[in-house]
């Protein structure tokens, strides 16, 4: 059976450690200019998109040609999938010419459909429900700055909208064991089942009732748009729910001192987080950019060994 990387549920703590000890050695590898090209050498990996991407599309392609293999790049809607060919046809046609599918969607249950059919990895490259890689680069990058001090000892705040990051970030939260602060206006909570496990999981896993007392002890504050891909027809109600729930610099204050930012971007500046809080030194936005190419690479090298 392949492994598949569908949730941050689907790998274990020590496998997320492995693959944190292996990002940082493919990130120091890569400022050499080395590069793992016999690890896919020649293999295509079948890279799926049904939503828009900047980062997700051009790191998943980097890592893939810089393993060695090649990346197809399919938008859905050119393909027969969108004329409704059945996933469980297409899972087996892309096993039977690709080494594994990274894909971005909006159903996570036809993820589930397809993995269920193929004989080769699926990787979520974002769905509606959750953007597993994304936290998995933002762990990194957390990581890469406590120098050492164990990830349990920190405390991530979320701020805003509880869409497919904040369910992420809960499920990463009960695997890895760090204190996460929620903090989202009513209406707009996380998904119920995965917090309700998160939080019997983790006991420091917290809803908390304003962005103030989210952020009280956090030596992290992350927060995404009010208005994400698909969402587009609510975003005049959403701008007007979220108020109050914007990132600025007196919110940052509040917080542990050194605290960092982070934000999975694309970002609307002044909306969700401030011009300031974005280009201030506790900003590693563009860190946790450059990290999905290093996290994927050694996520693309453990689903899929070399030959
Ligand atoms: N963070 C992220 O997934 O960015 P893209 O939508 O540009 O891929
Ligand atoms: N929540 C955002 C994340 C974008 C990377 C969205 O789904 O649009």
Known sequence: MPKNFITFRDLTKEEYLFLFDRTRTLKH????????????????????????????????????????GHAIIIHLGDSQWAR????????????????????????EEDLVELAKHASIPVVNALTDERHPCQ?????????ER??????????????????????????????????????????????????KRAAADNPRVKFMGS?????????????????????????AKRLKDFKGYRVDSALMAKARPKALFLHCLPAHPGEEVTEEVLESPAS??????????????ALLEYLIPAK
């Open 84 to 107: 409704g060919e059945p996933l469980s046809h297409s899972a087996r046609v892309f096993s039977r010419y690709v080494s594994g599918i990274v894909i971005r969607h909006t159903k």
């Open 135 to 143: 936290v998995l680069a933002d762990v990194f990058t957390i990581i």
């Open 284 to 297: 590693v936005i563009f860190d946790e950019a450059e990290n999905r190419l290093h996290a994927q690479k």
């Open 146 to 195: 406590i120098d050492g001090n164990e990830l349990g000892s920190q405390t991530v705040a979320w701020i805003g909208d509880g869409g497919n990051m904040a369910n992420t970030w809960l499920e990463a939260a009960a695997v890895l064991g760090f204190g996460l602060n929620l903090a989202c206006p009513p209406g707009y909570l996380p998904d119920e089942g995965i917090a």
């Open 211 to 235: 962005p103030l007392e989210a952020v009280k002890g956090a030596t992290v504050v992350t927060t995404d748009v009010f208005t994400s891909m698909g969402k587009e027809a609510e975003r």
């Open 29 to 68: 590898e890569r400022y050499r200019h080395r590069y793992q090209r016999d690890h896919l050498r020649g293999r295509p990996i079948a890279v799926l998109f049904s939503k828009p991407s900047t980062r997700t599309r051009v790191s998943f392609e980097c890592a893939i040609t810089e393993l060695g």
